[in-house]
């Protein structure tokens, strides 16, 4: 496994890697690797030849300094993971060298940030879409892989893909969970033992809610039903539970059978901000 710092550095390896006619996979992550991740390095080791993946922890995607702040940071631990998933390459940048100075540059997603993480959180996406450019320059892979978990930066990221012609593929891979139903993520590791308790609500009211559609309830009720179980719930703090399409994001008044559509929730559990997603019609 080789780890490098620059694109520089990168460049070469790219080379060799298009002279060999051989394929490049790419995970961005932000590192404190779990399951989630490995599952999208198994992905790409599995549909290309060379696996490299990226942990940066992108400033201009946080909306909360506390947040950024108290990102995990296991860059060894999560090296020695790499190494037994038998990475290729590890891309390791310091911020210095992806943002020498803070880009003016903003995208605007126009609906699509209008909503949910867009709404609560106002210039994450563009935080994402500069990140992932820039990743895309400096990577070129021919695959890159993300996953479902966080299904409106998906759809984000599928914009900046078509209207920026990077010329890629992108594999999503469904969200990986632990065996009680909470979705991976690195923030689940600053939770308390009772707030990683509570953390269950947010997959729980999504697997309530996904049966009561299906049984032909109304979505305004069991939306409204779901969020006084959110309220009684002192240590959560509910932002959106939605329902909506997976792709466009518009937001749904009702559910209608033969139309794509996904529950969306975010809410925060003591201080932690988590989010989850359940498709129901994929
Ligand atoms: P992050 O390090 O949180 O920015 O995540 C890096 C990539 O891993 C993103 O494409 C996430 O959507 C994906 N990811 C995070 N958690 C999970 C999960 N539980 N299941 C599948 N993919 C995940």
New binding site residues.
Partial sequence: MQVFKSGTEWQKSWLQALKTNKTIGF???????????L??IRASKKSTDLTVVS?FV?PIQFTNQEDFEKYPVLTSQDLELLQKEKVDFVFLPSQESIYPEKPILNFNFGNLERVLEGEFRPGHFSGVGIIVSKLFNIIRPNIA??????LQ??AIIKKVVQDLSFPLKLHI?????EKDGL?????NMRLSVQEREKALILYNSLEFAKNELLTNKDWLAVRKQMMLSFEAEPLAKLEYFELVHPETFQVFEEFERGKKSSICVASFIGNIRLIDNLPIIP
């Fill in positions: 995970v961005p992550t932000m590192g404190a690797l779990h399951k989630g991740h599952e999208l942990i992108n892989f993300f996953g479902q978990k966080d930066q998906v891979v469904p969200t990986i969970r979705a991976l993520s690195s923030r």
